[in-house]
Nanobody, 124 residues
Framework: QVQLVESGGGTVQPGESLRLTCTIFGTGLERACIGWIRQAPGKEREGIVGMSLRDDKTIYEDYAKGRFTISRDSATNKVYLQIDNLKPEDTAVYYC?????????????????WGQGTQVTVSS
């Protein structure tokens, strides 16, 4: 059984940065793909980035390249999402999710295990 817990969201002003944390609990995750996905008000979920726990390879959606950075600390089972130069359109609930069978992707519907999400609000 896999459990994911997000933290680090909040309300920030445009141009500021945030680092979101996903703490992962469970076993059998050595070959998993961990993704960050967001859902803005009134919109569908959209993938941001995926990371393979096999080899730390990453894949970003085009819009996320440059301002979003995924990283992990394998010793503490945490995966991070650094978001720089935040914009009002980044306002959303941010989720981390795990796909235990696929290698590497950002497709939200392929992830089977989800955290509860953390709210990020960007407002002046």
């Amino acid at each position: 059984q896999v459990q994911l817990v997000e933290s680090g969201g909040g309300t920030v002003q445009p141009g500021e940065s945030l680092r979101l944390t996903c703490t992962i609990f469970g076993t059998g995750l050595e070959r998993a793909c961990i993704g960050w996905i967001r859902q803005a008000p009134g919109k569908e979920r959209e993938g941001i980035v995926g990371m393979s726990l096999r080899d730390d390879k990453t894949i970003y959606e085009d819009y996320a390249k440059g301002r979003f950075t995924i990283s992990r600390d394998s010793a503490t089972n945490k995966v991070y999402l650094q978001i720089d130069n935040l914009k009002p359109e980044d306002t959303a609930v941010y989720y981390c999710a795990a796909d235990l069978t696929s290698y590497l992707h950002t497709v939200s519907v392929w992830y089977e295990n989800w955290g509860q999400g953390t709210q990020v609000t960007v407002s002046s």
